[in-house]
């Protein structure tokens, strides 16, 4: 005879007992680990009143910040988002042999979580982390995942792991599934180096003993090259760089106007970095909350830093970091570089 679904009580306290999350169920856990916002604002509040005045890269990403950087990806100067695909794509086979099997997968900074899903279906993932800063990216990403991989337990953490990212003891749940970290897209080029380096050293310690760290960067390139891909013919960067003002506006409650301020990109060959600014326009003047400041004509707010890196630069950061050994995948141009480090 068979047995009835429902099964009896003891029956139904051993199918919970397997399955200790509500995720195999189709929901999925959000884990909130991020600090008190209001110092974080005071910090956004002083780097705006400091004499060379500077937004942090993070405040990018409200909505439109999100779907303006999408369509930055998709701008024909913007090659990272595309050489990164396509090194992925010709290489999967390659780098998944090199991955744990029944993985932890730790999308670091998710966003959509597109760029995960061809990785968790090739490699069987056994778990799906979603880490982010911004909640709604979280659940929006965790949304799908549930949706095409019924099977894996997805889990998210909301979390600025730009200050402190500590999933130890989650990842821990599971402690024969070795975690695999995926950060693409060259991120960590928006941390001055000494920052990455910390960011490295933070990663590794989490992935600490068996994980491993598959991360994209961009390499050192021609100016010229870089400094299209940050000031595209279109002037999707233009508005995405100006829509950080926008951010500001609400968070701050100020009153930037963001037609009087210009975008500028540009690549310092020495810092190998691409340096992005709002260029004030006019002698204006702005308030910020209840304080104000003036900005004068050519006088800049310095919003981002995209730091490039050369294929044995970074190894060595790697191994500086900690990381045991590492192997890289390139295009033939050389422009763009994927690495897979060992903890
Ligand atoms: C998402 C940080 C990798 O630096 O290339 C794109 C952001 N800024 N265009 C980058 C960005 C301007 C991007 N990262």
Redesign the pocket.
């Given at each position: 005879m068979l047995q009835e679904s429902d099964g009896t009580a003891a029956q139904r306290a051993s199918r919970e007992m397997a399955w200790p999350t509500p995720v195999a169920r189709g929901g999925y856990r959000v884990l909130s680990r991020i600090a008190d916002g209001s110092e974080e604002l005071l910090r956004l509040k002083d780097g705006l009143l400091a004499s060379k005045a500077r937004i942090d890269s993070k405040y990018f990403y409200d909505a439109t910040g999100c779907a303006l950087?999408n369509a930055?990806c998709t701008q024909p100067e913007?090659y990272?988002t595309r050489t990164e695909a396509r090194i992925f794509s010709r290489y999967r086979a390659e780098i998944l042999w090199h991955l744990p099997m029944g993985a932890q997968w730790v999308d670091l900074g998710c966003g959509d979580g597109l760029k995960s899903q061809p990785w968790i279906s090739a490699m069987g993932a056994r778990r799906y982390l979603a880490v982010d800063i911004a909640p709604e990216a979280i659940d929006n990403a965790l949304r799908q995942m549930v949706a095409l991989f019924p099977a894996m337990e997805c889990a998210g953490v909301v979390c600025d792991f730009s200050q402190s990212l500590s999933i130890y003891d989650i990842l821990g749940e599971q402690p024969e599934s070795a975690p695999v970290m995926f950060y693409p897209?060259?991120?960590l080029?928006?941390f001055t180096p000494p920052h990455a380096f910390a960011l490295l050293k933070t990663f590794r310690k989490n992935l600490a003993p068996h994980g491993c760290l598959l991360i994209g960067v961009?390499l050192v390139k021609d100016a010229r090259v870089l400094e299209a891909a940050?000031d595209d013919a279109q002037g999707i960067?233009a508005a995405?760089n100006r829509n950080v003002l926008g951010v500001v506006n609400r968070l701050l409650d100020a009153d930037f106007d963001p037609k009087k301020f210009q975008h500028d990109a540009r690549f310092d060959p020495r810092a190998a970095r691409i340096e992005?600014r709002l260029i004030s326009t006019v002698d204006q003047r702005v308030r910020i909350g209840a304080e104000s400041r003036r900005f004068d004509k050519g006088e800049s707010i310095h919003t981002?830093y995209?730091h490039k890196y050369t294929v044995e630069g970074f190894g060595r950061l790697l191994l500086k970091a900690g990381f045991a050994r590492h192997r890289v995948w390139t295009d033939p141009a050389g422009w763009f570089g994927v690495f897979l480090a060992s903890a």
């Open positions: 950087f930055i913007y990272l897209g060259s991120s080029g928006n961009d940050y960067t995405f992005m981002e995209s």
